[in-house]
């Protein structure tokens, strides 16, 4: 249960808690102001700054939570620390005196985020950055800083192995045209890989509504774990302030709104949305292959070591200008670690794009159908497709009324995904915000 401690700021008159008559109606009263039915416009919104919490005073409601955090009104007093703009008027500031020239204006303080982090954790809540700095601003791609380790360890690793493999492996390739071919194909496929991953990286995901609707964007709403950003009963952000479509997900991290959001990716340092989804599904197919050919690479390199010693030796004195027994030894090893992590390389990615490829067939998203299963949804292969699909079809049909808002989304997908494998889905609570964490960690 979420509390939110919330009181008009021009009034003494407290709001009243859930059990009181008056209750509802300020939560009604807030939900009208803001729900239309047209989708990539802005709704007209209660002023973050017209109201202010106060302690004793709790309402513990889902809906009455959903509505307040729509409004940004969420723990506004625990953010007093709003930054303000101090200039050195009159001689007044800082070594301004009698006669004096008075003191220099106070920079404007700057959003510090580091280089790299190890988890987006501190994202997910307001505890950690002042909202009316974080709130300004959002990552245009993967580029911006922070990056995250694990795109830092990807790259890295590429970037070894692609020069392992052209420097030195491809030497136990024989005959020579075999190798020659060997060094064209893998050249090809290595290129297009790095230029699909950079491709991936590059493209801005954000919801093509948001980008046309161009509204300031609302820096002083306060971010709770748990919490979407995304009003689901009316689908309003309430940092982007545009009305987004059902399959529209506010990324924490990325801190913008991407349009078909299917997951945020630690290893591309970059939100998986529509705009960039095809080229990551290329990326996927392209380093499938080339990581096989990597391994059978270098399963062939270890095989040389055993059957002809001297022709693995050969190879290492042109390469790195020794052949002693040690050394053969010991670089041997290093390429059978290779070849195995190679291999785990290839079965983690072909399971990948297995699955990318079976949910593209079906229609759904990553997030969408782990939150299926996290409600007891049915298994991926299970899914009816076309009972599916239709079933998507009308959802979309009814997110055109009004009344299409009374249902959360992720209730709406649960529930089409269990009548699409022909079983009832079981009630579960589901967290909304799904973008609080990487969805592959959820336990289902």
């Not at 493999?165 to 390739?173: G, H, P």
């Not at 190798?179 to 991936?200: N, P, S």
């Not at 001297?310 to 027994?325: H, K, L, P, Q, V």
């Not at 990318?356 to 299963?373: D, F, K, P």
């Amino acid at each position: 249960m979420v509390h939110s401690e919330t009181s008009l700021s021009k009034s003494p008159v407290s709001t009243p808690v859930p059990d009181s008559p008056t209750a509802p109606s300020v939560v009604a009263a807030a939900a009208a102001a803001r729900s239309s039915p047209v989708a990539g416009k802005r709704l007209p919104s209660i002023s973050a700054g017209s109201i202010r919490n106060k302690p004793d005073v709790f309402v513990s409601s889902h809906s009455t939570t959903t509505a307040a955090a729509s409004v940004g009104t969420v723990s506004a007093t625990a953010r007093d620390n709003q930054v303000q703009d101090s200039s050195g008027k009159d001689g007044k500031d800082g070594s301004g005196g009698k006669g004096g020239k008075g003191g220099a204006a106070s920079k404007d303080p700057k959003l510090k985020l580091p280089l790299v982090v190890a988890t987006h954790d501190v994202f997910f809540s307001s505890d950690k950055y002042e909202p009316t700095l974080f709130n300004a601003w959002y990552r245009k791609n993967g580029w911006q800083r922070p990056f995250h380790a694990f795109f830092v360890a990807h790259m890295a690793a590429w970037i070894v192995a692609a020069i392992f493999f052209f420097a030195f492996l491809v030497r136990f390739i024989e005959p020579e045209p075999a190798r020659i071919a060997i060094y064209a194909v893998g050249g090809v496929l290595a290129a297009a890989e790095l230029v699909c991953t950079l491709w991936t990286v590059s493209i801005d995901s954000q919801d093509k509504l948001v980008r046309k609707a161009s509204v300031p964007r609302n820096v002083n709403y306060v971010k709770q774990t748990g919490v979407p950003v995304i009003d689901p009963d009316t689908r309003f952000c309430n940092i982007c302030q545009v009305q987004v479509g059902l399959q529209t997900k506010h990324c924490k991290p990325c801190n913008k709104c991407v349009g078909t959001y299917d997951h945020h990716c630690a290893y591309l340092s970059t939100c998986i949305g529509k705009r960039n989804y095809k080229v990551f599904f290329a990326t996927l197919v392209l380093a499938s292959v080339l990581s096989l050919a990597i391994t059978v690479t270098a399963l062939i390199a270890f095989s040389v070591y055993i059957t002809d010693r001297g022709r693995f030796g050969r190879a290492m004195n042109e390469t790195f200008g020794r052949s002693d027994e040690t050394s053969i030894a010991f670089m041997a090893a290093f390429i059978f670690v290779y070849a195995a992590v190679m291999a785990g390389a290839w079965f983690a990615v072909t399971n990948l794009l297995v699955f990318h490829a079976r949910i593209s067939y079906i229609g759904m998203t990553t997030v969408a159908y782990l939150e299926s299963r996290a409600a007891r949804g049915p298994p991926l292969w299970s899914i009816n497709t076309r009972e599916y699909r239709l079933d998507q079809a009308r959802a979309q049909e009814l997110s055109s009324t009004p009344d299409a808002y009374s249902l959360h989304s992720t209730q709406r997908s649960i529930a089409t995904a269990g009548a699409a494998a022909g079983t009832t889905a079981t009630t579960a609570t589901v967290d909304h915000d799904s973008d609080d964490e990487n969805p592959w960690r959820r336990r289902f």
